[in-house]
């Protein structure tokens, strides 16, 4: 049995945002904070939540927005193997620049857990909306 442990990574990507007719590139935050522990009976099993702050810049428009998505809540994960994980996330983006668009994102994912005990991702999607202008 560990205590809690934290986990930050930075990134980026540039998604095609539909709605907006244009990619953006996301630079983000993403902050893990978890406990992981073994059973008697071997399972391991990681309990956590995560924060994601992110911020888009339209590659064509120059517009800017800030975006932050969490877990629904305290995740309780058993790693074996063949252990499915699915799990949607959601996110609002709120513009920085006059006359943009609120966008919401949906994030969803299908992990599984294979026979050497590593993650794989099975299914990512995403799904985007346009929520008006900030006029």
């Known amino acids: 049995s560990r205590g809690i442990e934290f986990f930050e ?8 945002v539909p709605c907006l007719g244009e990619y953006v590139f996301d630079s983000f935050v993403f902050r893990l904070a978890y ?4 059973t008697p009976s071997g399972n391991v099993h ?3 939540n995560w924060k994601v702050t992110s911020y888009w810049t339209g590659v ?10 969490n877990s629904p809540g305290v995740e309780n994960y058993k790693l074996e193997k063949g252990e499915v994980i699915q799990y949607v996330s959601n996110y609002l983006y709120k513009p920085l620049s ?3 668009p609120r966008v919401k994102v949906q994030f969803r994912f299908k992990l599984t857990v294979n ?12 799904s985007f909306r346009c929520l008006g202008s900030n006029k």
């Open 35 to 38: 406990h992981e522990f073994e």
């Open 46 to 48: 990681i309990i956590g």
């Open 9 to 16: 990574v930075e990134d980026s990507w540039e998604p095609y």
């Open 98 to 100: 006059s006359g943009a």
């Open 115 to 126: 026979a050497n005990g590593e993650f794989v991702v099975d299914r990512f999607d995403e």
């Open 60 to 69: 064509n428009s120059g517009w800017e927005w800030i975006g932050h998505g």
